[in-house]
Structure formats: structure tokens, C-alpha cells
């Protein structure tokens, strides 16, 4: 029988080995921890997103005694609430972070003084499975978006054929990989020959596209590494291309408290920003608090996910109070250092499942390389032209193995029994379909609402799953539960 790991927790690959590892780490998170930032209009705040995980991943370990090997990155569950604090300024995003990262806290805590009893039997395997599953099934469509996109898909046209070929380039350089026996190195790095195989393709056809003057074959956008030595005005930036700090959300909300104006970036994501105020904190505690409640349940299917995959039951060592409170603060830590709040990511799962690397100093590793790289402007600005398309290939492999792992776990349910079964329909259903629920709490005078809290559709799958069963499970232990005798 095969070994399922080839680096257990404990276990400490060479230091070489180790750094090659923890890049790989940093590779396949990359594209997710970017992208929040971008999203919500705050795109000079990368190396912010990138230093916030990295720090956000130290915490996290920290309190879960550096039993669990995940690591944290920007947290699309939040992204409509972020639209909310945004309109107040850094403070608004450091005041929403505080209160998402407290819910965890709380419910840490209630947790450790009354066990875990009530999450088992408010969330058991037939509502874990199917959200599991849903969360990489969710991202299928990002994924495949991506890999059809060039990354100047803004000017020439949101399907490249050759986006597409670079796309399977990487994915099947990974697939390969790790599925060949010969080279175990190779099968612990498949992430890192996936990307560099597939940018190489993309730079030959870049360069092609650059001397023939064909904008379609022009796959990787080179324009942030002009950006980070070239000013606005053709000058030389100095000393700040090569060294930069990144201008992370503390530090930020400090300006805007002793100059009593908002920084031109959160200004040109949001036109009618405010500095935060009394009726705006409140906006802002409305519009995370939810979210935040509803979150908790994908950090159980997440380290459900993780501990399979592992063959520990983390909920159980560290426990399920350690890596809430881990999740919680790291979170907080994220964003006051960073931009986002955190999560732990199912990229960073996939690629201790699919490497069969777990070994925690791979992930402190990681953490610490990304506080590093977002001090380094040239790399910044290199990671930043890895092709979406490339991206797309890499997770055209890691949410497919979210979804799998998910699936694997419908093994033990019996689907034939009917409440099995609606439970999980209407969480695959609801989610695949993309339903939402839209809490209004902003209408204007016209009566037309402004303003919606949105919990994502992941959410709102494990909503109504949870409902569904406890619904059922109520009636399967009453009387409407119990089949008639038969009448002689």
C-alpha cells in the first residue's frame, strides 16, 4: 500500500528542499490572495495582501501548537462586505476585520468550555461532504475562466485559444508529475514545473506575438515590471525598485486619523468615501457580522477536508477552539498588517494532497517567505505577470481535488435513505446554482434599495443544507417519522 504522505507534520524536509517547497506554497495561493485586493479596487495593495497572509499564517500556527498544515490568504467570503467598509476608508476595513475575527474568538471559546457535541450534530458528514465538494465545484468557473484569458484580455478579447493551450501546458506538466514514480522530486514540486512550463510557453508566444506584431499571441503582460523601476514621468524609481514597505492597512488608517482625509486609493475605489463615523461603523458591523457566522461552517468543512486528507482529526488535536481562535486573530493580524481578512485556503489543501506534502515547516516556511517577497519590488512585480491562463491550469487541478475529496467523503452516507439524499441535493443544487441570500439595509427615498449585505452562495448552500436536515431529523424522530403497523 502506497505511503500517504511523503512529509508527515512533523517531518522536516532539507533546507533546500524546504524553500523550494514553500515557493510552491506561495505559488498555488498566489492568484486567490491577489485578487481580493484587486476586486475591491485596491490593487497597489498586493504586496499588503501578501505580507497580511503571511503574517496571518504565523498567528495561526501559533495557536494551533503548529499541528495544521494550511495556510491563510485573503478571504473572498468577505469581498461584498469589504465593498461596505471600503466606503469608509482603511478604519472601515481594520473596524470589519475586528469584528469577523471576534466571532471566531466567541465562538472559540464557547466551544472550549462546552466541547464540540453541537457542531457535530448541527453539521454531520451529510452536510460536510456535499460543501466540500461545493467549494471547489464553486471555483470551477474562475478556474476555467482563467485559463481562456490572456492577460491583456481587457484590449484583445476575453477567449485566447493560445491562453488555453499554455493553460494545459501547466496542467498536465502537474498532472505528470505527480503521477510518475521515478522522481520523487518531481512529485513533490509538480506546481512549480506546472507554472514555469506553462509562463515559458506563454513567453515564447508573448515574444512571438511582440516581433510579428500579433496582439493575439501576446499571452503575459510585462507592464508591472516596466512599472516597478519606470515612474509616471520616464524616471528611474531608485531605491524603491528593488526595497519597498508595503502601505498595509495600520498604517494607512493612522494617516486618515491625523490628517482627516482618505487616501487617493480609497478614493479612486470608492468616489463617495468617508472617513468612518458613528452611523458608518455601524454599517460596517451590519455588513460582517453575518457573513462571519455563516463563514464558520466553511472553516469546519475546510479542516474536515484537511484532516482526511492527512489522516488526523484536527478537530479534535489541536481542536476545533485552537483553529477558530487561530483563524480568528490571524485574521485580524492579516488585515491591521495587511488589506484582507484571511482564511484558510483550500489552494493551500490541494497542494498538501496532491504533493502528499504536510510537513508544517514547509507552511511556517511559506509564511515567512511571503513577508519577505512583499518587501522585494522586482519579484512582486514578477509574480504579478504569471498568465491567468497558467493560473487556470495550476487550479484546474487543486479545486478539482477540493471537489473530489469532498465526494470521497459520500462513501459512508446512505443515499438511498431520502433525507440523505435531500440534504444533499439542496446543497449542491443551491450552491452549483449559484442562489445568494441579499439582505437589504440601506433604502433610498424612492423606496429603491442601495444596499445589500450579500452572503455568498457557499453560505447560503450551507444554510439551507443545515435547515433541510434539521428539519428532517425532527421529523424522522417524531410520530410523522414512524411507519404504521401494519392492521391484522
Not at 506553462?198 to 515574444?207: K, N
Request: hydrophobic share 50%; aromatic share 8%.
Amino acid at each position: 500500500m502506497e505511503k500517504k504522505l511523503i512529509y508527515d507534520i512533523e517531518d522536516k524536509p532539507k533546507f533546500g528542499q524546504m524553500l523550494v517547497f514553500a515557493l510552491q506554497q506561495v505559488l498555488a495561493i498566489l492568484a486567490a490572495t491577489i485578487a481580493v485586493p484587486t476586486i475591491i479596487g485596491l490593487p497597489t495593495q498586493i504586496p499588503a495582501a501578501i505580507l497580511g497572509a503571511g503574517i496571518g499564517t504565523l498567528v495561526y500556527q501559533v495557536f494551533t501548537k503548529f499541528k495544521s498544515p494550511v495556510f491563510l490568504g485573503s478571504s473572498f467570503a468577505f469581498l461584498s462586505s469589504l465593498g461596505v467598509a471600503i466606503a469608509y476608508g482603511y478604519c472601515g476595513i481594520i473596524l470589519g476585520s475586528l469584528v469577523a475575527g471576534l466571532v471566531y474568538v466567541i465562538i472559540a471559546l464557547i466551544i472550549h468550555f462546552v466541547g464540540t457535541a453541537w457542531v457535530d450534530k448541527l453539521m454531520p458528514p451529510v452536510i460536510i461532504g456535499p460543501t466540500v465538494a461545493l467549494i471547489g465545484l464553486s471555483l470551477a468557473g474562475n478556474a476555467m475562466g482563467d485559463i481562456v484569458r490572456a492577460n491583456s484580455s481587457e484590449i484583445y478579447g476575453s477567449y485566447n485559444l493560445v491562453s488555453l493551450l499554455c493553460g494545459f501546458i501547466a496542467f498536465f506538466v502537474i498532472v505528470i508529475c505527480s503521477t510518475q514514480k521515478r522522481f520523487k522530486m518531481a512529485r513533490l514540486i509538480p506546481f512549480i514545473l506546472g507554472i514555469v512550463s506553462g509562463y515559458a510557453a506563454a513567453a515564447i508566444f508573448t515574444f512571438i506575438g511582440m516581433a510579428t506584431k500579433t496582439d493575439y499571441l501576446m499571452i503575459i503582460n510585462f507592464q508591472p515590471i516596466i512599472d516597478n523601476f519606470v515612474a509616471a514621468d520616464g524616471s528611474f524609481k531608485g531605491l524603491t525598485a528593488f526595497v519597498n514597505y508595503p502601505s498595509f492597512a495600520l498604517i494607512e488608517s493612522v494617516k486618515e486619523i491625523i490628517t482627516g482625509n482618505l487616501s487617493d486609493a480609497i478614493l479612486g475605489a470608492n468616489d463617495n468615501a468617508t472617513l468612518l463615523n458613528l452611523g458608518g461603523a455601524a454599517e460596517v458591523v451590519i455588513a460582517f457580522l453575518p457573513v462571519a457566522l455563516v463563514v464558520f461552517a466553511e472553516h469546519i468543512a475546510d479542516h474536515k477536508n484537511l484532516s482526511s486528507i492527512i489522516d488526523r482529526d484536527l478537530i479534535k488535536e489541536p481542536g476545533l477552539s485552537r483553529t477558530l481562535m487561530g483563524d480568528g486573530v490571524g485574521s485580524i493580524a492579516g488585515t491591521v498588517f495587511g488589506i484582507c481578512p484571511n482564511t484558510t485556503y483550500g489552494e493551500s489543501v490541494g497542494c498538501v494532497a496532491i504533493t502528499k506534502n504536510a510537513s508544517i515547516s514547509t507552511i511556517t516556511t511559506t509564511a515567512i517567505m511571503c513577508i519577505i517577497l512583499s518587501f522585494i519590488s522586482p519579484l512582486m512585480a514578477i509574480l504579478q505577470t504569471i498568465p491567468s491562463c497558467v493560473m487556470g491550469g495550476v487550479c484546474l487541478t487543486l479545486y478539482g481535488f477540493i471537489a473530489v475529496s469532498g465526494l470521497k467523503m459520500f462513501k459512508n452516507l446512505d443515499l438511498e435513505n431520502n433525507k440523505n439524499l435531500f440534504v444533499v441535493a439542496s446543497i449542491l443544487i443551491s450552491g452549483i446554482g449559484g442562489l445568494s441570500i441579499q439582505i437589504p439595509y440601506a433604502i433610498a427615498a424612492t423606496g429603491e434599495i442601495t444596499d445589500v449585505i450579500k452572503i455568498t452562495s457557499i453560505a447560503t448552500a450551507l444554510i439551507i443544507g443545515i435547515i433541510t436536515n434539521t428539519v428532517l431529523t425532527k421529523i424522522e424522530n417524531s410520530k410523522l417519522g414512524v411507519e404504521p403497523k401494519d392492521k391484522e
